[in-house]
């Protein structure tokens, strides 16, 4: 054989060898990650509370020789490991959960309260995922450091704060992430997939998730005795029609080509049954991938707010009050040559067959952010499949719709998931830093 071919097996064997190495010492490491799920899991932090949490990843990454800056950008952590020459990466998880309360009946489901933005005690819930995403992101940083002989490279753990509501990247980048650290070279995460099954990861091209945007309307009305709805203007009447209307935009406006979508996600007023209040106030959610799109939607409120404010006989200063934010989380576009990257390196981990492409959805994720700076690092964000194999089947039976994320039902696959996802995320890495 010639000794240019032999060196050549040598090479790939060394890498295959290297690769089952990982894989042992990750299969090892389960049930210390498991144990810190579940603790994650049981104490969920709601956005820009996340304190103790934020501590717990700190320490985690402390004890294995990072160096830590805490409380950057509210409770964002940022870790820093040297270790030699080579591209700096960036790796990031959110940390917040939900201000609801969980249904799962698991054993170990959060019995957490939490007082909410209203001044009212709510149940709190990782129904986002976020309790794996912390889990699997220490995995991977444990994984890489007891392998770090073989990669080279800088690597930026992030732990972002209030990522559901869209705040966190924007409040790390803005504390100074690219200046006060190393530029990152290329950023990578992950989401909880609530339709992939555990053991699979799923990969989009280009754009993956919508730009997404908060609305305020307040419906002014005449307040009245409940017994006499003809001395009122009934905000909760008037903004019932606001919202019917709403339904209309998507439905009748918009090209049925382009994807959109308009919820309303809470309807407040009023504080007793005979008593008609004198102001409604109505939180939107808007999902949109075009700014075209986005644009026909504001004047399609603006316009349905004041034709219903004008029809029900109010004074044009007293038309309902329309408060659309000045910023909005982007849509998340997945640099197409880091995915093929990332899908080269996942099949190589977890095989061809786990490895699935996934549709593009209406959710929003403030991790388009970190792409989307003057720097324009390419980003690849993908989904780890979590869905327990008995409730898939069940799913796939019929009659059963799997709980979405944000559901109070939902909940991953645990240790599965976990495996899959620190394998996935430890192979990936290595090729990244090393290629
Ligand atoms: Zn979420
Ligand atoms: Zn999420």
Redesign the pocket.
């Known amino acids: 054989m010639k000794p240019l071919i032999l060196l050549f097996i040598v090479i790939l064997l060394s890498g295959f060898d290297s690769k089952k190495e990982i894989n042992k010492w990750i299969k090892e490491d389960i049930s210390y990650l498991r144990n810190l799920y579940i603790d994650i899991h049981k104490n969920p932090e709601i956005s820009l509370m996340e304190k103790e949490t934020s501590k717990k990843l700190a320490n985690e990454l402390n004890k294995i020789g990072f160096d830590v800056t805490e409380n950057f950008g509210g409770y964002g952590i940022v870790g820093i490991f040297e270790n030699g020459d080579g591209p700096n990466i960036l790796y990031r998880t ?1 940390l917040d959960a939900l201000p609801m309360e969980e249904k799962t009946n698991l054993p170990y489901a959060s019995k957490v309260k939490t007082m909410d933005i209203y001044g009212s005690e709510v149940g709190t819930m990782h129904s ?3 309790d794996m995403h912390m889990t699997v992101w220490t995995g991977t940083a444990r994984a890489l450091i007891e392998k770090k002989d073989q990669w080279s490279g800088t690597l930026i753990m992030i732990g972002q704060p209030a ?2 509501i869209g705040a966190g990247a924007m409040m790390m980048l803005n504390e100074g992430l690219y200046s006060k650290f190393p530029v990152p070279d290329l950023g990578i995460a992950l ?1 909880s997939s609530p339709t992939i099954l555990s053991g699979k990861v799923g990969f989009g091209k280009g754009y993956i998730m919508a730009n997404t945007e908060s609305v305020d309307i307040t419906v002014f009305g005449e307040g009245a005795h409940g017994a006499a709805p003809h001395m009122s203007i009934d905000p909760i009447v008037t903004a019932s029609l606001i919202v019917m209307e709403l339904q209309t935009i998507v439905s009748r406006n918009i090209n049925p080509l382009d994807d959109a979508v308009i919820t309303v996600g809470s309807f407040r007023g009023g504080t007793k049954h005979n008593i008609i209040p004198d102001e409604v106030k109505l939180q939107l959610t808007i999902r949109t991938y075009k700014d075209e799109v986005r644009n026909l939607i504001h004047k399609r409120i603006k316009e349905i707010c004041d034709g219903i404010g004008a029809s029900v006989g109010l004074e044009k200063s007293r038309w309902p009050k329309i408060t659309m934010p000045d910023t909005y989380t982007p849509a998340n576009y997945n640099d197409p040559d880091l995915v093929d990257r990332l899908i080269f390196s996942a099949s190589n981990s977890i095989g061809n067959e786990n490895v699935v492409m996934a549709e593009p959805q209406m959710v929003g ?1 403030d991790f388009a952010r970190y792409g989307k700076t003057k720097e324009k690092i390419p980003t690849v964000m993908y989904w780890l499949g979590t869905v327990p194999e008995d409730r898939m089947n069940k799913y796939k039976n019929g009659n059963y719709a799997l709980p979405a ?1 944000h559901s109070p039902y939902y909940y991953p696959e645990v240790e599965k998931s976990i495996e899959t996802g620190v394998l996935v995320n430890t192979n990936a890495l290595i090729d990244l830093f090393n290629n």
């Open positions: 959110d986002c995922g976020h990522e559901e989401h994720e994320l």
